[in-house]
């Protein structure tokens, strides 16, 4: 079975997409919580076709979960004053204290939060940014759920978070931009740390001359395939110990077909087979989601 780390839940997304995949999705809001927590309950309980969707696996878990947590771009000047609004901050991750403390058996997890840097206007919001991911990672402690982690040109804080990083159940680190040394370290430091790889992992793809497996739908003729992050990517993907290794779609509007088509590109690059990937990838999602 192919399984999916991260997802962003989308409108669009009908049950029969993701037939035969176990998934977890994130919502960033109160109302994107109730929409996706909805979502995975008619995934969890009805058979589609004749592919049974509920039931999960034979260790009994459900087959879709929900995440949750406050998004860093939501930090940007604008949504908290510039010097870190500690009490908006506080405001906006409000709906999220509640969830928890409400139902928080129905929260796979804390996230995805972190810290991102790319832009003059993230920048300007680091100090929001930085309180926010504190109180999160306090919540995952709480509540001990995984969490959650984007981080973009903001490797650097998650060594120095390591110490508080190490007494969660576990890490996963979404569609990670970082090297594999970098990989390494973090691990070394006693992080129980996932990297997950996807999105925009597959790019330019297509089918092989001779018109089997095409890896994305519609495409004509094979291309190459273009990981997430460059040449940094696809090392720590060919590279990564089998037990860290997970993949996912984020925030693609075509998830259930783009999948497949990540699996694929992974397997060619760790030099095996799309079947004992997904062996490998559903292991590390049950023990990343603590399932």
Same mark, same amino acid.
């Given at each position: 079975?192919?399984?999916n780390?991260?997802v962003?839940?989308?409108?669009?997304?009908?049950?029969?997409?993701?037939?035969?995949?176990? =998934?977890?999705?994130?919502?960033?809001?109160?109302?994107?919580?109730?929409? $996706?927590a909805?979502?995975?309950?008619v995934?969890?309980s009805a058979?589609?076709?004749?592919? &049974? &969707?509920?039931?999960?696996s034979?260790?009994g878990e459900?087959?879709?979960?929900v995440s949750?947590?406050?998004?860093?771009?939501?930090?940007?000047?604008?949504?908290?004053?510039? +010097? !870190?609004?500690?009490?908006? &901050?506080?405001?906006?991750?409000?709906?999220l204290?509640?969830?928890?403390?409400h139902? @928080?058996?129905?929260?796979?997890?804390?996230g995805?939060?972190?810290?991102?840097?790319?832009?003059p206007?993230l %920048? $300007? @919001? *680091?100090?929001?940014q930085?309180? @926010?991911?504190?109180?999160?990672?306090e919540?995952?402690a709480?509540?001990?759920k995984?969490?959650?982690?984007?981080?973009?040109?903001?490797?650097?804080?998650?060594?120095?978070?390591?110490?508080?990083l190490?007494k969660?159940?576990?890490?996963i680190?979404?569609?990670?931009?970082? +090297?594999?040394?970098?990989?390494?370290?973090?691990?070394?430091?006693?992080?129980?740390?996932?990297?997950?790889?996807?999105?925009?992992? #597959?790019? %330019?793809?297509g089918? +092989?001359?001779?018109g089997e497996?095409?890896? =994305?739908? !519609? /495409?004509q003729?094979?291309?190459t395939? #273009?990981?997430?992050?460059?040449?940094?990517?696809?090392?720590?993907v060919?590279?990564?110990?089998?037990?860290?290794?997970?993949?996912? +779609?984020? /925030?693609?509007?075509? @998830? $259930?077909?783009l999948?497949?088509?990540?699996?694929?590109?992974?397997? %060619?690059?760790?030099?095996?087979?799309?079947?004992?990937?997904e062996? &490998?990838?559903?292991?590390?999602f049950?023990? $990343?989601?603590? *399932?």
């Open positions: 079975m192919l399984t780390a991260h962003h839940f989308k409108e669009t997304f009908s049950a029969a997409d993701f037939c035969g995949q176990t =998934v977890c999705f994130c919502a960033g809001s109160a109302e994107e919580w109730k929409r $996706a909805e979502f995975t309950r995934l969890n058979d589609i076709g004749t592919c &049974v &969707v509920g039931g999960g034979a260790s459900g087959r879709a979960l949750a947590g406050l998004h860093p771009w939501s930090l940007v000047p604008g949504s908290v004053d510039a +010097t !870190g609004g500690a009490a908006n &901050v506080d405001a906006q991750l409000s709906w204290t509640e969830l928890l403390a139902n @928080a058996a129905d929260v796979a997890a804390v995805e939060c972190g810290i991102d840097l790319y832009t206007e %920048k $300007a @919001a *680091l100090p929001a930085l309180h @926010a991911f504190e109180k999160q990672m919540l995952a709480r509540y001990e995984p969490l959650v982690i984007h981080c973009r040109r903001s490797i650097q804080y998650f060594f120095e978070y390591a110490p508080r190490q969660l159940p576990s890490v680190f979404h569609a990670y931009p970082g +090297t594999l040394a970098e990989c390494e370290s973090l691990l070394w430091r006693g992080i129980n740390a996932y990297f997950s790889f996807g999105g925009s992992f #597959v790019q %330019k793809v089918s +092989t001359q001779n497996h095409p890896e =994305v739908h !519609g /495409a003729k094979m291309q395939v #273009v990981i997430r992050g460059g040449k940094h990517a696809a090392e720590c060919a590279q990564l110990p089998a037990d860290r290794l997970l993949l996912e +779609t984020d /925030a693609a509007e075509s @998830a $259930a077909e999948l497949p088509a990540v699996f694929r590109a992974a397997a %060619k690059l760790r030099g095996g087979s799309v079947s004992e990937l062996a &490998v990838c559903g292991e590390n049950r023990r $990343a989601y603590g *399932l």
